[in-house]
């Protein structure tokens, strides 16, 4: 069995350009992603999804300099771009990271791709409900679901964001939804989106270290002793880009 973390990784946000290369602490957050993507538990391979746009040619030369596998493909179907990835790579399956990530945690992804390497799911998450902080999201599924969504999803958020057609329980997709041993940790927000997202991973990762991937345990000490940081971005919404899609779908009549 080919089991293979896929990075999903842009220049292009429109609220923070150019955010999966920023530095955070020694080394740009793409690398975050990558090492803790490296250390999953289970995990085979790395492999970083980006598109064809002339912008992400930078991320594209990023990875070549440090020989990491990357796939280039759509830029806004990145359903599309996951099972060109998967197929290049030959996954049979997929843990979906995003490169707005930094402080995903191994231990905790690996429980969620556990859950399809076992064959108890043909797709997991740790992120609905949102259990865990905004930040942790990973999501695992077998190639057979993946190809089965780029084959049969229509509506443009299906095509955006990867996995809503497996998640549609219309489409009879064995789920399994893991939730935060720690408690209900959804409120807290350690995503990178916005300028006041990256001023609180800039000071958090201060205090963690920075040759390894740090755990939820040790983010939430440097938290509990510091809780002032959380106001640095306080009072963002969850999933933005999703309720825009959901809600172009629907002006669109989807």
Same mark, same amino acid.
């Given at each position: 069995?080919?089991?293979?973390?896929?990075?999903?990784?842009?220049?292009?946000?429109?609220?923070?350009?150019?955010?999966?290369?920023? $530095?955070?602490?020694?080394?740009?957050?793409?690398?975050?992603?990558?090492?803790?993507?490296?250390?999953?538990?289970?995990?085979?391979?790395?492999?970083?999804?980006?598109?064809?746009?002339?912008?992400?040619?930078?991320?594209?030369?990023?990875?070549?300099?440090?020989?990491?596998?990357?796939?280039?493909?759509?830029?806004?179907?990145?359903?599309?771009?996951?099972?060109?990835? @998967?197929?290049?790579?030959?996954?049979?399956?997929?843990?979906?990271?995003? %490169?707005?990530?930094?402080?995903?945690?191994?231990?905790?992804?690996?429980?969620?791709?556990?859950?399809?390497?076992?064959?108890?799911?043909?797709? @997991?998450?740790?992120?609905?409900?949102?259990?865990?902080?905004?930040?942790?999201?990973?999501?695992?599924?077998?190639?057979? %679901?993946?190809?089965?969504?780029?084959?049969?999803?229509?509506?443009?958020? $299906?095509? $955006?964001?990867?996995?809503?057609?497996?998640?549609?329980?219309?489409?009879?997709?064995?789920?399994?939804?893991?939730?935060?041993?720690?408690?209900?940790?959804?409120?807290?927000?350690?995503?990178?989106?916005?300028?006041?997202?990256?001023?609180?991973?800039?000071?958090?990762?201060?205090?963690?270290?920075?040759?390894?991937?740090?755990?939820?345990?040790?983010?939430?000490?440097?938290?509990?002793?510091?809780?002032?940081?959380?106001?640095?971005?306080?009072?963002?919404?969850?999933?933005?880009?999703?309720?825009?899609?959901?809600?172009?779908?629907?002006?669109?009549?989807?």
């Amino acid at each position: 069995m080919t089991v293979v973390a896929i990075i999903q990784a842009r220049m292009g946000s429109t609220r923070l350009p150019g955010k999966v290369l920023a $530095e955070l602490g020694p080394k740009p957050v793409l690398q975050w992603v990558v090492e803790a993507s490296r250390s999953i538990p289970g995990n085979g391979a790395v492999v970083v999804a980006t598109s064809t746009a002339q912008a992400d040619d930078a991320i594209a030369s990023w990875c070549g300099e440090r020989g990491i596998p990357v796939f280039r493909g759509h830029e806004d179907d990145v359903l599309d771009r996951f099972a060109g990835a @998967a197929r290049e790579v030959g996954a049979d399956v997929i843990l979906r990271v995003t %490169a707005d990530c930094p402080l995903l945690d191994p231990d905790e992804a690996g429980k969620v791709l556990a859950a399809v390497v076992d064959g108890r799911a043909d797709y @997991a998450c740790n992120n609905e409900p949102p259990s865990y902080p905004d930040g942790l999201d990973c999501e695992a599924f077998t190639r057979q %679901a993946l190809e089965a969504a780029s084959e049969r999803a229509r509506r443009p958020s $299906e095509r $955006e964001h990867v996995t809503l057609f497996i998640r549609d329980p219309a489409n009879r997709f064995r789920i399994e939804r893991l939730r935060c041993p720690l408690g209900e940790l959804g409120d807290e927000r350690w995503t990178l989106d916005n300028p006041e997202d990256l001023a609180f991973l800039r000071a958090v990762v201060r205090s963690l270290p920075s040759d390894r991937p740090p755990r939820l345990a040790e983010v939430l000490a440097v938290l509990d002793r510091s809780p002032e940081l959380r106001q640095l971005n306080r009072g963002i919404a969850r999933n933005e880009g999703l309720a825009r899609s959901l809600a172009r779908d629907r002006a669109a009549g989807f």
